[in-house]
């Protein structure tokens, strides 16, 4: 019995699949891999594809209990990202939105919305060194979103217009969006 000689990319997509296969390896790889992707910046939205929100009645909760309705951003420029610690997409784009909070949280209005628990979402943020606050949704109005998967980022102007709808990771600290939120503050975005 001869058995076939395996090429050095068979080789290697069969390690693909096993490390992708094996629990403890496969949120990393997924990790690096989006990474990868979240090098591109998001796009805005063509103008007949924008829309306005049509309502701000949505409660949100943070870790201390406090309730949050998002009417106070009403009139703001607010960044929604719908994320979870266990998404590698999520996870991947992560840093990025980090360093636009940094420089952004006194003049944008961050919001970042999951289901998980805050006792997850805690340490998942002490692990990483992130500062942002991080909310869970005490109404079904997210559904004014229309998110059907993770991560899904919206920035909204200050008249409720949805100016990006991006889903899956992004480079939300490039150039490109700073320009885009900078426009924004100062009313120069058309």
């Known amino acids: 019995m001869h ?9 290697l997509f069969i390690l693909l699949l096993v490390v992708l ?3 403890q390896t496969r949120q990393p790889v997924q990790i690096f891999l989006n ?3 979240a090098i591109f910046s998001p796009s805005v939205l063509n103008l007949e594809d924008q829309y306005r929100l049509t309502t701000y009645n949505w409660d949100l909760i943070d870790k201390e209990g406090h309730v949050l309705n998002f009417k106070v951003f009403k009139g703001k420029v607010v960044l ?3 994320w979870a610690t266990w998404c590698p997409p999520c996870i991947a784009e992560m840093p990025n939105l980090q360093r636009l909070y940094d420089d952004y949280h006194s003049r944008v209005e961050f919001l970042f919305v999951t289901n998980d628990e805050f006792s997850t979402i805690n340490q998942f943020l002490q692990k990483n060194g992130y500062s942002f606050s991080v909310y869970r949704s005490l109404s079904n109005d997210r559904d004014m979103f229309n998110v059907k998967s993770i991560p899904r980022t919206f920035l909204i102007d200050k008249t409720g217009r949805i100016i990006i709808d991006k889903s ?12 885009i939120i900078d426009d924004l503050i100062s009313g120069n975005a058309g």
């Not at 058995?3 to 080789?11: E, G, R, Y």
């Not at 899956?168 to 320009?179: D, F």
């Open 3 to 11: 058995l076939p000689k395996l090429k050095l990319k068979d080789i």
């Open 21 to 23: 296969i094996v629990p």
């Open 35 to 37: 990474k990868g992707i």
């Open 80 to 82: 929604v990202n719908f």
């Open 168 to 179: 899956g990771a992004s480079n939300w600290n490039s150039q490109k969006v700073r320009q």
